[in-house]
């Protein structure tokens, strides 16, 4: 039932990311009631100790605190707006903690329509993927109000092991839209060594072991060698939403005049996977994109 001390708190979207995370509140003592599409997910809620809700306005009705993760801004406006969504049926008062990662502009948007019905926001995006959701230690970067941050402060903690308050509304998402650009970078580069290793006949293991314990060592290689290794890309984070969030960033920078040579490379191949057929795999999966432009055969 949750500590009647804590927030109560209303969860929106329960995917790859929401679940374990919803999860982790109900862990920590918070009465969770959860509304999502898959009614799968709501039984995993229930079985946890969380509350399964028919609708957005009933997982919203009572909640002090509502969290939304869904996967991009249409769905974010989707359950905000209209008379079944969350500015319509949360109390005044309401905090909303959006940690989807959607276009800055769509969260200057919620906040200030949010404002006028009484409902404080926050952009809360996360990173450290599904490892990191159940884990508990996802980095969260926060836009908003100082005052908001701190109500919030005890939530984000327990689902992340980093959470800062970057700037304003909006800022949470460009910090995330940053994130994305270096991550996929980041997946691209591991993903070319790892085929130059091999067509040069050197023991992928202990390659990425040696490279890892160096400068080129990074959180990626750590999360995503065994996915490398053993060409296996059951999602994480998938290509689809990676595609989308190097749309953001694109064009975010290209808003604010700032150059992305290597980002719009990167980009453009994140695209060409998805476009291949590969958009529901992890976005390890970039491997593959390199393995078919070496020539090499490309496991089902």
Aim: net charge negative; proline share 5%; hydrophobic share 45%.
């Amino acid at each position: 039932m949750g500590n009647s001390a804590l927030p109560k708190v209303g969860w929106i979207g329960l995917g790859v990311m929401g679940s374990p995370m919803a999860e982790n509140l109900v862990r920590a003592g918070y009465a969770v009631t959860g509304y999502t599409l898959e009614p799968e997910k709501l039984a995993r809620l229930e079985k946890c100790g969380g509350t399964p809700a028919g609708s957005v306005a009933e997982a919203v009705r009572d909640a002090d605190v509502v969290f939304a993760m869904v996967p991009a801004s249409p769905q974010v406006e989707e359950v905000a707006y209209g008379e079944d969504g969350i500015l319509e049926n949360a109390r005044p008062g309401t905090l909303l903690i959006d940690t989807s990662s959607i276009t800055p502009r769509t969260s200057v948007e919620l906040a200030n329509a949010a404002a006028a019905k009484g409902i404080r926001v926050l952009d809360a995006p996360v990173s450290g993927g599904e490892a990191g959701a159940v884990e508990g230690i996802l980095s969260i970067m926060v836009g908003g109000e100082r005052a908001d941050f701190e109500r919030a402060r005890p939530m984000l903690e327990t689902l992340g092991s980093t959470v800062v308050l970057c700037g304003p509304h909006g800022a949470g998402q460009t910090v995330k839209a940053a994130n994305q650009l270096i991550v996929a970078a980041n997946i691209q580069a591991c993903a070319e060594a790892v085929v130059f290793l091999e067509k040069s006949g050197v023991d992928l293991a202990p390659a990425l072991e040696v490279l890892n314990g160096g400068l080129a060592g990074s959180t990626v290689l750590t999360r995503k060698k065994d996915n490398f290794l053993r060409r296996e890309f059951a999602p994480g984070f998938r290509i689809d939403l990676h595609h989308k969030d190097m749309g953001i960033v694109t064009d975010a920078a290209r808003a604010v005049g700032a150059a992305l040579p290597l980002g719009s490379v990167v980009a453009n191949l994140v695209a060409n996977l998805r476009a291949q057929g590969d958009g529901g795999l992890d976005h390890s999966a970039l491997l593959r994109g390199v393995e078919r432009l070496s020539g090499l055969p490309v496991r089902d």
